[in-house]
């Protein structure tokens, strides 16, 4: 079955420290393609990034970046220096195959607080 | 470009009742999510629409259902409402080519419901 954990259910942390969020999956698809939102106090779901399962580079976009490990089945998201603007929810979500096109399967969230 | 936006923002209704959740996709796609958001979880895929047609389908009941107009906008339809349908609800849309999965949704503010 296809599945999304996200073992960390709340994390704080004081401005400008490094903190890493953990995403691991299940999924019975060869090709899949794994996602990170966020999740402001506004509700809105923001895109961060989209990954495909034949790329494990990593990535790196300012002060985010994602590690893909296909082996461990993990993708990982690291911010740097963190902001007070960065508090919010993340969630990492897998694709889950449809007739056509696909669905997002999330976990239930890791909630970020970032104080100053 | 206009992004995906939902209305009505806040909805209250009792136990039984019918609502009707209304979603304009962003200029460009053709391809509408709903998502079910409770309180302190991820949020979970309800169906997609491609096409004016549902595409596939989550693990709700028949009494949510939905439509896509040819314009890709969209709407929720739940009836018979229980207690457990409060939550949040979400409306993604995204570009479908041809039969290729991982695309991109952008998701919109969504709808508060409340079953009393």
């Known amino acids: 079955a296809q599945k999304v954990t996200q073992a960390q259910t709340e994390i704080s942390v004081v401005e400008k420290e490094d903190v890493t969020l953990d995403c691991v999956y299940e999924?019975?698809?060869?090709?899949?393609?794994l996602f990170w939102y966020k999740q402001p106090p506004s509700g809105e779901l923001v895109f961060l990034i989209r990954?495909?399962?034949?790329?494990?580079q990593n990535e790196i976009s300012g002060r985010y970046s994602w590690n893909f490990q296909k082996s461990t089945s993990s993708f990982n998201f690291t911010i740097t220096a963190s902001q007070v603007v960065d508090s919010a929810v993340y969630f990492c979500?897998?694709?889950?195959?449809?007739?056509?096109?696909?669905?997002?399967?999330f976990g239930k969230g890791t909630t970020l607080s970032v104080s100053s | 470009e206009t992004g995906v936006t939902q209305s009505p923002t806040h909805l209250i209704k009792t136990r039984g009742q019918q609502v009707t959740l209304r979603c304009s996709s962003q200029s460009g796609h053709n391809t509408v999510s709903w998502y079910q958001q409770a309180l302190g979880q991820g949020p979970q895929f309800i169906f997609q629409y491609y096409r004016e047609e549902e595409n596939g389908r989550g693990n709700f009941p028949p009494r949510f259902s939905g439509l896509q107009f040819p314009n890709y906008s969209s709407e929720l339809n739940v009836n018979a409402l229980e207690l457990d349908d409060s939550a949040l609800y979400l409306c993604?849309?995204?570009?479908?080519?041809?039969?290729?999965?991982?695309?991109?949704?952008?998701f919109g503010p969504g709808t508060r419901l409340t079953v009393l």
């Open positions: 993604a849309s995204s570009l479908l080519k041809g039969l290729a999965g991982g695309n991109e949704q952008f």
């Open positions: 999924t019975r698809d060869t090709t899949y393609y």
């Open positions: 990954r495909n399962s034949f790329d494990e």
């Open positions: 979500a897998l694709s889950e195959v449809l007739q056509a096109g696909t669905a997002l399967i």
